[in-house]
């Protein structure tokens, strides 16, 4: 004879199966456990239906599937999913940085394109003061004082 499934709220589900309320509300969500919402005055409450064959205190047979027999003996089933919930929420955070990196480098990239071209100044020449006599340059020959000397002379 069939006996039937007992329906339990997911609080009591959480609690017979040893796991978290929303490891019970994920496994309704993909099917692996059964529910059924009733109204109750304004508000509505969720029943469960936990199987009579499901041992307590450990996964679900579709958790166990998923997760591979042996593969977290130690782990129980919430914390694999809270551990998948926190490695998903993680990639989805390095998404949101990659894509603010690329902006940045695409505005970087505008705003040097905008900017003007960098002048190449001139090698700075020492301060020469006009007032003061510049240091005489060498004098070469036909230049300078020998040159006046060869004019005064006629030579």
Request: glycine share 8%; charged share 25%.
């Amino acid at each position: 004879m069939l006996r039937p499934m007992p329906r339990v709220t997911i609080r009591e589900a959480a609690q017979r199966q040893g796991v978290s309320v929303d490891t019970i509300r994920r496994q309704i969500r993909r099917g692996e456990l059964g529910a059924t919402r009733e109204q109750h005055g304004r508000g509505s409450v969720l029943y469960v239906d936990l199987p009579d064959d499901l041992p307590m205190g450990t996964p679900t047979a579709a958790a166990e599937a998923t997760l591979g027999t042996g593969t977290l003996d130690n782990v129980q089933g919430s914390e694999t999913d809270i551990l998948r919930d926190y490695v998903a929420e993680l990639k989805r955070q390095l998404g949101v940085r990659e894509r603010e990196v690329e902006q940045l480098h695409t505005l970087l990239a505008q705003v040097q394109h905008a900017l003007p071209q960098p002048r190449v100044e001139p090698e700075a020449q020492p301060y020469a003061d006009p007032a003061q006599p510049t240091a005489p340059e060498r004098e070469t020959p036909g230049h300078g004082w020998a040159q006046r000397l060869r004019q005064r002379l006629g030579l």
